[in-house]
């Protein structure tokens, strides 16, 4: 029973679509019909400026650290339940069951892509993570530009983080399922924009688009 809570509550809380209603609340506007279409942070800017859009990050970070600590102090001794509880965080984010809605005669799931709940569920497992993610991420998505790459980055830099702290016995072992598993659930969640940076039209951002501006300028 206790290892269902976890799951459930997990999922359902990593569900909670925090960028819907920030949207909502301060442009009126329903985010899945916004740009990309997704709940979270980076359409959140879009669709309503930095501060929904910084808001958005946060709480999508917050829900998953709840979900993994709510993990961790039912089944503390139990580090694959953790990993469960992380992984469901970013499932729930990115396939929210509060909007599920019907769509040309088929019912379909929204949210996120899952970057946020990726470095929330890292930081509930160990939180000097949010020291090393958020600052990888960052410097990928403005050196080069690519805030699809910046969230691939996170799942990746969690694989290592995870893995070297098990070799060293600094932490479970078994915590590097959980860099595994989110870098999955993100590949899958970028599968467009994969296929964009393939094809090398996938919308740049940060210091790159800063001298595409300034030589279209000049031209």
């Known amino acids: 029973m206790q290892l269902l809570l976890v799951a459930l509550g997990a999922y359902l809380l990593g569900s909670f679509p925090t960028g819907y209603l920030i949207v909502r609340w301060t442009t009126g506007q329903d985010v899945r019909d916004q740009h990309s279409g997704r709940s979270g942070g980076t359409n959140a800017l879009r669709a309503a400026g ?83 993610l958020v600052p990888a991420g960052a410097a990928v998505l403005w050196v080069i ?5 910046a969230t691939l980055t996170v799942g990746v830099v969690a694989i290592v983080l995870f893995l070297w702290r098990g070799l060293l016995g600094a932490g479970p072992l078994e915590y590097t399922l959980f860099g595994l598993g989110a870098a999955g659930l993100l590949a899958w969640s970028l599968r467009p924009n994969i296929g964009r940076l393939l094809a090398g039209t996938e919308r740049v951002v940060g210091l790159r688009a800063r001298r595409r501006s300034r030589s279209g300028a000049e031209d």
């Open 50 to 132: 930095f501060w929904a859009g910084l808001l958005t990050a946060v709480t999508d970070m917050a829900k998953a650290v709840l979900a993994v600590g709510l993990a961790r102090w039912l089944v503390a001794d139990q580090p694959l339940a953790h990993v469960v509880a992380g992984l469901l965080a970013i499932l729930g984010h990115n396939y929210s069951i509060f909007l599920l809605r019907r769509e040309a005669a088929r019912w379909r799931f929204s949210g996120g892509a899952g970057g946020a709940p990726t470095v929330g569920a890292a930081v509930g497992l160990w939180w000097p993570s949010l020291l090393i």
């Open 145 to 149: 530009g690519y805030a699809s790459l």
